[in-house]
């Protein structure tokens, strides 16, 4: 084994990044035969974990997420990033490419406080600082409030214990990655629409990097990828950005994908729900789709998107 490792990570260092960064470091090794040392580790405070007090919509969106890591796959300090799909910002650089896409986790949401969406107390406290969760939430309950909250799991569970919120939401995958798939109530995706790219984990490397990309193609997940690939491609349709109500849910049937989305008004009382069918390699049907809901939209709605960039 070399004196230097083979390929360096770059991860966030929230307690979820590294778990996700851990997984990524064990399937590079299966795949190849390494040793552990061979996949080196680089932890990096993002921008988005410094800034916890404020929506991201406030203080500019999913790039809070992935600015340092990008930064330093440019400086050549890291040979490629991992990330939490759901945060990745829809347009990338020409220069960077999502190389590989792990075997996708459990999409659902957990509900945390109550034993359903339906039990919440009437005038209770939901924390979220998710558009998507709080609007269909007041589409299904609009007796609740919504109160923000932000965190890493370990934080939004602290404020759920300190009383911010009678009720709070997490994604089921996220919890099962930290070794705590016992809390909460698992929301079925069918009924509970997720986000776009939920429980998806990626690994971004530099374009012209094509050492780090062949090392990386071995751990790709093709269905996940397709389905991610997917859903990206609707937001991309959509033109929407973090303050923008997006849920979707992507089934693979075969070499058939099935997307199911949903857009809403903020205060959720506005929904339009369309679904298409499609081959797992078309590009154009995600789009169509976004065209479709936006087309069906009233002002309240389209007026949260930008309808595709």
Same mark, same amino acid.
């Given at each position: 084994?070399?004196?230097?490792?083979?390929?360096?990570?770059?991860?966030?260092?929230?307690?979820?990044?590294?778990?996700?960064?851990?997984?990524?470091?064990?399937?590079?090794?299966?795949?190849?035969?390494?040793?552990?040392?061979?996949?080196?580790?680089?932890?990096?405070?993002?921008?988005?974990?410094?800034?916890?007090?404020?929506?991201?919509?406030?203080?500019?969106?999913?790039?809070?997420?992935?600015?340092?890591?990008?930064?330093?796959?440019?400086?050549?300090?890291?040979?490629?990033?991992?990330?939490?799909?759901?945060?990745?910002?829809?347009?990338?650089?020409?220069?960077?490419?999502?190389?590989?896409?792990?075997?996708?986790?459990?999409? #659902? @949401?957990?509900?945390?406080? =109550? !034993?359903?969406?339906?039990?919440?107390?009437?005038?209770?406290? +939901? $924390? %979220?600082?998710?558009?998507?969760?709080?609007?269909?939430?007041?589409?299904?309950?609009?007796?609740?409030?919504?109160?923000?909250?932000?965190?890493?799991?370990?934080?939004?569970?602290?404020?759920?214990?300190?009383?911010? #919120? @009678?009720?709070?939401?997490? =994604? !089921?995958?996220?919890?099962?990655?930290?070794?705590?798939?016992? +809390? $909460? %109530?698992?929301?079925?995706?069918?009924?509970?629409?997720?986000?776009?790219?939920?429980?998806?984990?990626?690994?971004?490397?530099?374009?012209?990097?094509?050492?780090?990309?062949?090392?990386?193609?071995?751990?790709?997940? #093709?269905?996940?990828?397709?389905?991610?690939?997917?859903?990206?491609?609707?937001?991309?349709?959509?033109?929407? $950005?973090?303050?923008?109500?997006?849920?979707?849910?992507?089934?693979?049937?075969?070499?058939?994908?099935?997307?199911?989305?949903?857009?809403?008004?903020?205060?959720?009382?506005?929904?339009?729900?369309?679904?298409?069918?499609? #081959?797992?390699?078309?590009?154009?049907?995600?789009?169509?789709?976004?065209?479709?809901?936006?087309?069906?939209?009233?002002?309240?709605?389209?007026?949260?998107?930008?309808?595709?960039?």
């Amino acid at each position: 084994m070399a004196d230097t490792p083979l390929i360096r990570l770059g991860t966030r260092q929230s307690p979820l990044a590294m778990a996700q960064a851990h997984e990524t470091r064990a399937r590079l090794c299966a795949a190849h035969g390494w040793d552990e040392a061979a996949v080196e580790l680089v932890p990096v405070i993002a921008s988005g974990d410094r800034i916890q007090d404020r929506p991201l919509a406030e203080i500019g969106g999913k790039a809070l997420w992935t600015r340092e890591l990008d930064i330093w796959l440019a400086e050549g300090r890291i040979d490629a990033a991992v990330h939490s799909m759901k945060d990745v910002e829809t347009l990338r650089p020409d220069t960077l490419t999502i190389a590989a896409i792990l075997p996708r986790a459990d999409k #659902a @949401d957990m509900l945390l406080g =109550a !034993a359903s969406l339906e039990a919440i107390p009437e005038g209770a406290r +939901v $924390g %979220t600082s998710a558009p998507r969760r709080a609007a269909q939430l007041l589409h299904r309950r609009p007796d609740l409030s919504v109160v923000g909250i932000r965190g890493n799991v370990a934080t939004r569970m602290a404020k759920l214990e300190r009383g911010e #919120a @009678d009720a709070t939401f997490l =994604a !089921a995958a996220g919890l099962q990655r930290l070794g705590e798939e016992q +809390v $909460g %109530t698992r929301l079925d995706p069918e009924d509970w629409l997720p986000a776009p790219a939920q429980a998806a984990i990626g690994i971004e490397c530099r374009t012209d990097n094509a050492q780090a990309r062949d090392y990386l193609a071995a751990i790709d997940h #093709a269905p996940s990828h397709a389905e991610v690939r997917a859903e990206r491609r609707l937001l991309e349709g959509l033109g929407g $950005g973090c303050s923008s109500p997006i849920a979707a849910l992507t089934t693979t049937e075969g070499d058939t994908l099935v997307l199911r989305a949903a857009i809403f008004s903020t205060d959720g009382r506005e929904r339009i729900e369309h679904s298409a069918s499609f #081959a797992s390699n078309d590009a154009d049907a995600p789009r169509e789709l976004a065209a479709r809901l936006l087309g069906r939209a009233p002002s309240a709605v389209s007026a949260l998107f930008e309808g595709g960039a």
